[in-house]
């Protein structure tokens, strides 16, 4: 008995997991072209190995900036910010150094 094609494939989530980001970053990374999916059943899936071996490519300057824009969110405003915008913004800077 064979096994079905889509068998080996993961979820977004558990790619988040595995890698250790966000859900968010994920998804960063499919609209960039860092992994490809498939489309199963209408939901997205990665090859588990593919995806490690591409995901390390990235630089850890491009790897620093998803984990600021999944900490911040897409509802960051553009500069000028407020002294507690500078504030909030120093933190998840420092999050992001973790």
Known sequence: ??????????????AAEILGISLQAVHQGLRKGIVRYQLVNGRKMLDPHRLVQRWRGVSD??????????????????????????????????????
């Open 61 to 98: 300057q491009e790897a620093r900036v998803q984990r600021l824009n999944s900490y911040l969110g897409d509802k960051w405003p553009a500069p000028p910010y407020t002294a507690d915008q500078w504030q909030t913004l120093r933190v998840v800077l420092e999050l992001a150094g973790d």
């Open 1 to 14: 008995m064979t096994k079905p094609v889509d068998s080996d494939l993961i979820t977004c989530g558990e």
